[in-house]
């Protein structure tokens, strides 16, 4: 394998921007399960504030999939399969229908722990003005054929759907994939502070909170139906979400929810709380277990979370969110940073 180390700082800016479709905040939200008014009515969002539909906290992955997707193919080989571990999002602008976002991605991080690669990815969001919307920060373990179940790569490449690549190739590609360092980052990105500093319209006040206290609970269920959706919707074609045979293949009891599906829900269990879904300036999550999805049954998550801190100069808040499957907890630290009336 070559020296993935060696990839730190390799860096792109994507080859086209997304644009944010109405149609597919909606899909997105109910992948999520997140039925806030401000995902669905331009007339809910308006009463918030915003000119368009409100996309979820987590919605940006989807393009974040489209940019990455060099990176892996191309770039990142001698890995197999992929598995999340930590994520971060800081927000500092809502993403609204009719954005054009363009992604900047890089490796930012490789860090090699009790034999695995773990590799961090940047992705840095700018819309058609040019100011970020959102910094997005995932971690990954590598894993290849050797540590997991014999023909891994050949069952994915029997069930993957078709425009989806998913081969290994050498590294002498890497170094031709390098780009010169865009004028925007020269000089730095324009960071927007609309989140930062526009006036939130929670239906929770700042007074109306103090720490220790609890977050109303939620139970949310999933079924594999829910795992294709999300996987439709997203882009996430891992078949480790949906089939059988892959999921014992990498060592799992059995077909998994995706780890960003979990966290859509997590941020839409606050925002859901909050009232505003633009009041979270930065949610970030470390799993540490999963959520079982068993065909013949319906798999859970329960939510819950609690003030951790406060800021009364700011009206600021940080809340940390607790989920669990099966009795195990799934995030092993998972924190929001919020903004309060």
Sequence with gaps: MFDVAGLVGHRYR????????????????RA????????????????????????????????????????????????DVFVQTDQVFEMYKPVLTGDRLVSDVEITSVRRIAGKDLLTIT???????????QIMHTTVVGITGDEVGAGI?????????HGINVSSRTATSAATARTATDP????????????????PRTAIRFEDITVGDELPARIVRLTRGDLVNYAGVSGDANPIHWHDEVAALVGLPDVI??????????????????????????????????????????????????????????????????????GRKIFGLATADIRLA
């Design 32 to 79: 999520v399960q997140d039925f806030h008014p401000a995902h669905w009515s331009e007339c809910a969002a308006g009463d918030l504030g915003y000119a368009g539909l409100v996309a979820p906290t987590t919605f940006i992955s989807i393009a974040a999939m489209l940019a990455n997707r060099k990176l892996f193919e191309t770039v990142i080989t001698g890995y």
């Design 153 to 161: 790569s050949d069952a994915i490449e029997r069930v993957v759907m």
């Design 257 to 326: 929810a995706h780890g960003m599906l979990t966290m859509g829900l997590g941020a839409g269990f606050v925002t859901g709380w909050l009232g505003d879904p633009g009041a979270i300036t930065r949610y970030g999550v470390r799993l540490s277990n999963y959520t079982v999805v068993e065909a013949a049954t319906v798999g859970s998550v329960e939510f819950t979370g609690r003030i951790k801190s406060v800021d009364p100069e700011a009206r600021t808040a940080v809340v940390v969110i607790i989920a669990k499957s099966a």
């Design 184 to 199: 925007v980052s020269e000089t730095g990105p324009r960071l927007s502070p609309i989140s930062r500093t526009r006036v």
């Design 123 to 133: 992705n840095t969001f700018f819309d058609q003005t040019g100011a970020v919307v």
């Design 14 to 29: 994507a080859d086209d921007y997304y644009e944010v479709g109405r149609e597919k905040i909606r899909e997105y939200a």
